[in-house]
């Protein structure tokens, strides 16, 4: 372990993430599936996990950001990726020249594209969005027969090509929600729209983690998997990692700064919100919300330590928070287990999203820079085959 890693880390099996993507692909196999890597991968970091899902047959990337397509360019992808997340003044022509496609969802979007595609002598790949009912981004369907109409137009003038149309859930996690079939239903009555305006879009895609695990009627061409790739549940109404044979790829983990003898009726962290009942041994973990532990989790995160969960004490802090070993030995240097894949005993990234009021996702993707990424592959130190990388696409170190 390097230096820096010493403190705390965060260990990413990129096996993992591969087998994840194997394991999407084949809950949607007439469909191709895009691995989303906004949020640096959802804190996983999102070059090497992108290079991992190519390896496993990601036929697409996904980002929010523009910004975070083009560092995917950077490192050296040159595979099919997209971006969805645009402000007026966003950096078009760049995207185009990178070769990447771009999510419209309104006219003045339409306009700034076929201008930068204009000023650089290229044609813009462009994917509308309809909102189908998420009430976020999106075209209103009130409008999209105008938009569609509006980029058929300038697709006629060689400007750009609609490559995709696109709709994104608001309740693909609660399976039965009458949402569902709804978004479903508006969804295929905009592909007929943009049918008939004389678009031929080379990819439909609606499915988020959730619904390319529980609704292939909402597969189409394409699923866009984010969560799934690093192996952690959209929720429990879904079911649990293993039941789709999801693993966890993140592994957050410290050593313990200290461990020392106190006695009953000691105070503990800021504001004493814990007292110890009675004579014990607290250990001293450094991470706190600085690094992303959230101080909502004060008084009930997980941790496991010296061989048992044990419960955060009192507040969490800054740099470090404390837990009770209720008189059980353990030393500064022992590791304390924030959360994994959950097989060696440890609780999960799910685990701490239930104790601090929030979900998975918010968890895994908050841990800070401060926590150093440290890449492992459990097919290599488990001496199995590695996968053959001769589909990947993206060049340089992952670690
Ligand atoms: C984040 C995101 C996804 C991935 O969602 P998961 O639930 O993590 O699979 C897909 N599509 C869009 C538009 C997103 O913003």
Redesign the pocket.
């Given at each position: 372990m390097n230096e820096t890693a010493k403190r705390a880390r965060a260990a990413i099996d990129l096996a993992a993430v591969r087998s994840n993507v194997r394991a999407l692909r084949e809950r949607a196999p007439g469909s191709e599936l895009?691995a989303?890597v906004?949020s640096d991968g959802?804190g996983h970091g999102a070059v090497p996990c992108a290079r991992a899902a190519r390896a496993a047959g990601a036929a697409w990337l996904?980002t929010?950001l523009p910004e975070e397509a083009f560092a995917l360019r950077a490192a050296g992808d040159t595979g099919r990726l997209m971006c969805?997340?645009w402000t007026p003044g966003g950096p078009w022509r760049k995207a185009i020249e990178l070769d990447i496609d771009v999510a419209v969802s309104g006219l003045w979007a339409l306009r700034e594209v076929t201008a930068a595609a204009r000023a650089c002598g290229r044609t813009a790949r462009v994917q509308l969005k309809i909102d189908t009912g998420l009430g976020r981004?999106g075209c209103q369907p009130a409008d999209w027969a105008e938009l569609t109409r509006a980029a058929r137009a300038a697709e006629a003038e060689g400007a750009l090509t609609v490559t995709g149309v696109?709709s994104?859930f608001a309740c693909?996690?609660e399976p039965g929600h009458p949402s569902i079939a709804a978004q479903l239903a508006a969804f295929r009555e905009a592909l007929g729209t943009a049918e008939a305006a004389g678009l031929r879009p080379e990819v439909r895609h609606l499915a988020?983690?959730?619904a390319?695990l529980t609704l292939p009627e909402a597969h189409f061409d394409l699923v866009?998997?984010?969560?799934?790739?690093y192996g952690v549940s959209?929720s429990p109404e879904v079911g649990t990692s293993e039941d789709f044979g999801l693993r966890p790829a993140m592994t957050l983990e410290a050593s313990l700064a200290s461990v020392k003898r106190v006695p009953g009726g000691h105070g503990v962290s800021y504001g004493h919100r814990y007292s110890t009942p009675g004579a014990t041994t607290l250990a001293l973990v450094p991470l706190g919300y600085g690094d992303g532990i959230p101080r909502h989790a004060s008084g009930a995160g997980p941790v496991l330590v010296a061989g048992k969960w044990r419960t955060v004490a009192g507040r969490i802090a800054m740099d470090q928070f404390v837990v009770d070993l209720g008189g059980e030995h353990a030393e500064a240097g022992d590791p304390a287990v924030l959360f994994g894949p959950g097989d060696r005993g440890e609780p999960t990234a799910e685990d701490w999203g239930r104790a601090a009021g929030t979900i998975g996702?918010e968890i895994v993707t908050r841990i800070g820079t401060r926590v150093p990424r440290v890449y492992v592959d459990s097919d290599i130190r488990n001496g199995a085959r590695q996968e053959p990388e001769g589909n990947t696409t993206l060049t340089g170190g992952t670690t």
């Open positions: 895009m989303v906004k959802y996904g929010a969805w997340l981004n696109w994104h693909a996690d988020n983690t959730p390319t866009r998997a984010g969560i799934g790739v959209p996702y």
